[in-house]
């Protein structure tokens, strides 16, 4: 019985081994990132996540580092493309906002993506169609250069602050957290009034600014035209 066990776990692991593929890998440290934290990520851990050894992973990665850069590169890929059929403030209105939700999903993304200086296909891909459909619009290369700059710094800005924040209050707990804001209420009016009567949405919030950045982009390319 223990001989046709121990056969049966030997067939699995050949059956995972063959499965295996960069996607998976990819896929599975995605999970432990947003499960655990991108700091506790390690080959050993993901051969662990994949049952496999971790010198398996070595065909289909490097190393540590081209894994992250894989990663950050991974998620890009997920963000909906600017769709070029459609008028440019729209296209590029619902890939920003699919991007920001994409980039709250996995919380570590967001500022490993900012810190890696190898920038992967998908993230070049993503920033040529962006820029296509600005230039498609009557956009200066001058101007789609800004532009393109000012969505970004937008999506990964805003997003890293608000991730950072939210974590930060979650690391307090409810009660030091309650007596913290508390704390700031008794000091300052004016936040005062924000906090307690204005709507606290992320989203919300993502979207107002970027709809002003893409009608003040408007804006400055009709000026120039």
């Known amino acids: 019985m223990s001989k046709t066990m121990s056969n049966q776990a030997k067939d699995q692991s050949v059956v995972v081994r063959e499965n295996l593929s960069r996607e998976r890998v990819l896929r599975a440290a995605i999970a432990v990132a947003d499960r ?3 700091e506790s990520l390690s080959m050993r851990k993901l051969g662990l996540e994949l049952d496999v050894k971790a010198m398996s992973l070595y065909n289909y990665i ?9 990663m950050c590169d991974f998620i ?3 963000f909906d493309s600017p769709d070029i059929n459609i008028h440019w403030k729209e296209s590029l209105r619902r890939s920003s ?15 490993l993506s900012m810190s890696r200086p190898n920038i992967g296909g998908a993230s070049l891909m993503y920033a040529e169609t962006t820029m296509g459909v600005l230039r498609r619009a009557g956009f200066s290369t001058q101007l789609t250069h800004h532009a393109l700059h ?3 710094n937008h999506l990964y800005g805003s997003t890293l602050q608000e991730i950072g924040f939210k974590l930060g209050m979650e690391s307090f707990g409810p009660e030091v957290a309650a007596i913290y804001m508390q704390q700031r209420l008794e000091k300052f009016p004016y ?4 906090i307690l009567e204005a709507t606290h949405d992320h989203e919300i919030e993502y979207a107002f600014v ?8 408007e804006r400055v390319r009709d000026e120039k035209l």
């Open 210 to 217: 970027l709809d002003l950045i893409l009608d003040g982009l």
């Open 76 to 78: 890009v890929s997920l």
């Open 36 to 38: 655990d934290g991108i």
């Open 62 to 70: 490097s190393n540590k580092e081209e894994l992250l850069d894989a």
């Open 150 to 152: 000012a969505l970004d």
């Open 97 to 111: 906002l699919s991007a920001q939700k994409i980039l709250w999903k996995h919380p570590w993304a967001c500022g």
């Open 191 to 194: 936040a005062s009034e924000i």
